[in-house]
C-alpha cells in the first residue's frame, strides 16, 4: 500500500498489486486520497470542455466488440457519413469554441492512416482549428513516424489512441488489430512530440485487474499520457456487446479516483457513459479527479448528456451569486 507522500509522486513502476489494493479501498478513503492528489497536481476548479466530432462515420474494418461504427456488425443501424468537408467541420468548431469548449476532436473510422486527399483535409482541419485559438485532438487509427511527424507540422495538439483495456483481456474485445499494434501508433505519437490522449473502457466484462493492469500500462509510459480519458461502456444494440449491463456509478468514480492517484499529472477526462450520471455522481468524479468532459449532445456515434443540463453542472460548480446565497439565508 502507499502511503501519502507516494500518492503524490508520479511513478513509472507501480504494480498491479498496489492499484488493486488503492482501488478497493473503502470508498471515502479513496476520494479523499484522490482528491489530495488532485489539489496537489490541479487547479480543483478547472474542468475542461472539449467537443468532440465524427468526421467520417462507419465502414470501419476493425471489429471492435463495443463499436457500432464496425462493418462487422451488421445488425447495427447507423448513418454513415463519408469524410465532411473541411469547411462543415470548422463551423462546428467555431460554434463549440463559442459554447464554451476549447478542445476540439476528430475522429474519422479508418483502421490505419493513409495518405492522399482524406489526410490532407485532416490537415486542413487541424490547421483550422488551431487558428481558431482551440486545442485539436484527433483519432484516425493507427499510423506511422511520417504521419505522426505531419499532424505535428499542422499544428496538432494531442493524438487519441485508447488501450482500450489490459492486454490480456484485450483479445476478447478486438481481434483485427493487437495490443502491440497500438502500442507502435503510441511510439510514432511519441516520436513526433504530440501529446498523448490515451485511456480505455470499464464495463465490458473486465476484471478489476484488467483495469488495474490497464493504468499500470499507461503509468509505464515515460511521460505519462497527458489526457486519459475514463469511458464507460454504452451497449449498443447489434454489437457483441450491446446486451452488456451499464456499470454502477459507483464503479466509476472508483476508477476515475484510481486514474487520478496513479495517474497525477494527466488530465482525467470523464467521456462516454456520462450521460447516465446524474449531475451529482459527475460532481463526485470530479471531487476524485476528473478534470474535463466532452460538451455537447453526441460523442461520435453516441450519446451525451444534453448542452443544457451540462450548462446546469457548470452553474452548480460555480460560486454562490449573491442571490444564490440570499437564498439559502432564507
Known amino acids: 500500500m502507499t502511503n501519502q507522500k507516494a500518492d503524490y509522486s508520479v511513478r513509472h513502476d507501480w504494480t498491479r498489486d498496489e492499484i ?9 478513503e479513496l476520494m479523499a486520497r484522490a482528491n489530495r492528489v488532485h489539489r496537489e497536481f490541479h487547479n480543483v476548479n478547472d474542468v475542461q470542455k472539449a467537443s468532440l466530432l465524427s468526421i467520417k462515420t462507419g465502414g470501419c474494418p476493425e471489429d471492435c466488440g463495443y463499436c457500432p461504427q464496425s462493418a462487422h456488425h451488421g445488425e447495427v443501424h447507423l448513418d454513415k457519413i463519408d469524410m ?3 469547411e462543415a467541420v470548422l463551423a462546428i ?8 469548449a476549447d478542445r476540439f476532436c476528430m475522429g474519422a ?18 490547421r483550422g482549428v488551431r487558428d481558431l485559438g482551440m486545442e ?12 505522426a511527424a505531419r499532424l505535428k507540422q499542422a499544428g496538432l495538439t494531442a493524438y487519441n489512441h485508447n488501450l482500450d483495456t489490459s492486454r490480456e483481456f484485450y483479445n476478447n474485445i478486438v481481434t483485427t488489430r493487437t495490443y502491440d499494434d497500438r502500442l507502435a501508433t503510441l511510439k510514432a505519437v511519441r ?34 499520457p497527458e489526457s486519459v480519458p475514463i469511458n464507460a461502456l454504452v451497449p449498443v444494440a447489434g454489437t457483441p456487446l450491446g446486451e452488456s449491463q451499464r456499470i454502477d456509478a459507483l464503479d466509476f468514480v472508483r476508477m476515475i479516483a484510481v486514474t487520478r492517484i496513479v495517474l497525477p ?26 478534470n ?18 451540462d450548462d446546469a453542472l457548470f452553474t452548480a460548480l460555480a460560486p454562490l451569486s449573491s442571490e444564490d446565497k440570499a437564498r439559502h439565508i432564507d
Not at 488493486?20 to 471515502?28: E, M, R, V
Not at 474535463?292 to 443540463?309: D, K, M, R
Request: charged fraction near 15%; hydrophobic fraction near 50%.
Open 136 to 147: 485539436a485532438c484527433v483519432t484516425l487509427g493507427m499510423l506511422n513516424d511520417s504521419q
Open 191 to 224: 516520436a513526433a512530440g504530440l501529446e498523448m490522449c490515451c485511456g480505455g473502457i470499464i464495463g465490458m466484462g473486465e476484471s478489476v485487474v484488467d483495469r488495474a493492469a490497464m493504468l499500470q500500462t499507461l503509468a509505464g509510459f515515460d511521460p505519462h
Open 20 to 28: 488493486i489494493a488503492i482501488h478497493d479501498l473503502p470508498l471515502l
Open 265 to 290: 499529472a494527466a488530465r482525467v477526462r470523464l467521456s462516454a457513459g456520462r450521460s447516465v450520471l446524474n449531475r451529482e455522481a459527475q460532481i463526485l468524479c470530479m471531487v476524485a479527479g476528473a
Open 109 to 126: 473510422a479508418w483502421r490505419n492512416v493513409r495518405d492522399g486527399a482524406q489526410f490532407d483535409a485532416v490537415l486542413d482541419m487541424v
Open 93 to 100: 468548431a467555431a460554434r463549440a469554441k463559442q459554447a464554451g
Open 84 to 86: 465532411m468537408k473541411s
Open 292 to 309: 474535463s468532459i466532452f460538451y455537447g449532445e453526441a460523442l461520435l456515434t453516441t450519446s451525451n448528456v444534453a448542452v443544457n443540463e
